[in-house]
């Protein structure tokens, strides 16, 4: 792991650069509760009580109709921006598994939720890498540990859409290697996921004081999405092919049997391209993915040396059990990516013919600047 002082050097200048829109935070929190088990709690915090939440040392009181006190040690806190999400209804035609789709809803994640004045407080409450600015700017997907003050190991996450995927999220994330307190700040994400993800972390809450739970939560997530999405082009590939090889053409898939015979030979081109362009994107998506899941997993295994905590060592099986689940998962969808790649290139070149297809590629922007 990394110390950060080049961040921290230049956090003020980072700062000035984000775009401030100030609403409510959503603050979500697990921790020990007077009877010993774990519990989660959520607060709706608006500008009065964000800012008493910050002068204190403790937590704001909950409400209430959840107003049990909780001890604090140790404690898993999230904030989250924008809609409340106790107010959203999951739709019934939606299976409430599946990491919701929802483009359109994703929000900014330079948009920061906070006053200019009042973010660098938030960053100091959590605790949180210097980093945490540059990381709401960068256009890279990356995951990064950092050695910080103390007894606190950072990590920031990124993963970026590009502008099709409906993936935007960026983590920043501190662990008190002593007390056992976890410190998040999520952004990027739209009400529907922000939901969905702690559902999930609501399931799973005896391990969620586990420093890579929620990163895990966050790649799985990411990877379900694009699982779907290949899915799709390897399916839609099936479907080109029929309407290529003629009427009346049957094909099997994993979803049965599919008959087309509406394709018209015009259109074959632009289908072939659209396959192999979205196909494409999500191979270097699943590439990222595969590069982050292998840095959560040293993260891991560094965590074994580096923490006493029993509680992190009983989780980290579980832990490592999933991140080499979706490992192998990841490197079967980039299989399937590869192969429909393949055959949409082949389908292209022999509906476009070859001085077509030379054409083709010589307009393409990123073989103009090789």
């Known amino acids: 792991m990394k110390r950060h002082r080049f961040f921290e050097a230049q956090q003020s200048a980072y700062l000035e650069k984000l775009n401030y829109s100030p609403r409510s935070i959503y603050l ?59 107010s959203f209804v999951p739709s019934s035609s939606k299976d409430p598994t599946l990491f919701p789709d929802d483009f359109d809803s994703i929000p900014k994640p330079r948009c920061v939720p906070f006053y200019r004045d009042f973010f660098p407080r938030v960053l100091k409450k959590l605790q949180l890498p210097g980093s945490t600015p540059w990381l709401l700017q960068t256009t890279s997907s990356h995951l990064q540990t950092y050695n910080l003050d103390g007894c606190r190991i950072g990590m920031t996450l990124r993963s ?6 409906a993936i935007d999220f960026a983590l ?37 004081l586990h420093p890579a739970f929620l990163p895990t939560v966050l790649l799985s997530c990411a990877r379900c999405l694009l699982q779907r999405l290949i899915a799709q082009e390897h399916s839609s590939m ?44 999500w191979e270097c998506h699943t590439k990222s993915l595969l590069l982050q899941l292998d840095a959560v997993k040293s993260f891991v295994t560094s965590l ?14 579980v832990i490592l059990e999933r991140l080499s689940f979706l490992y192998q998962e990841g490197q079967q969808m980039l299989l399937v990516a590869l192969l429909v790649k393949d055959r949409a290139n082949m389908q292209l070149a022999g509906c476009t013919g070859p001085t077509k297809l030379r054409n083709l590629i010589r307009d393409i922007p990123l073989y103009q600047q090789r």
Not at 32 to 51: F, V
Not at 160 to 165: E, F, M, S, V
Not at 244 to 272: C, F, W, Y
């Open 28 to 86: 979500f929190e697990i921790c020990h509760s007077e009877g010993g088990n774990i519990a989660p709690r959520t607060t709706i915090l608006n500008d009065s009580q964000a800012i008493k939440w910050l002068e204190a040392d403790e937590s704001i009181t909950p409400t209430a109709s959840n107003s049990s006190i909780y001890h604090a040690t140790p404690r898993f806190t999230l904030l989250l921006p924008g809609t409340p999400l106790s």
């Open 160 to 165: 970026i859409n590009r502008g099709i995927l």
């Open 172 to 208: 920043s994330l501190s662990y008190n290697t002593i007390t056992g307190d976890i410190n998040a700040l999520l952004l990027g994400i739209s009400p529907e996921q922000s939901n969905h993800i702690r559902q999930v972390i609501e399931e799973l809450t005896e391990y969620a």
């Open 304 to 317: 074994e040396r580096r923490v006493k905590s029993d509680a992190v060592h009983e989780c980290n099986d």
């Open 238 to 281: 099936y479907k080109f092919e029929a309407g290529v090889m003629g009427t009346d053409v049957i094909i099997i898939n994993e979803r049965g049997i599919i008959r087309d015979k509406e394709l018209n030979s015009k259109e074959l081109p632009g289908l072939a391209r659209g396959i192999l362009q979205r196909v494409v994107a």
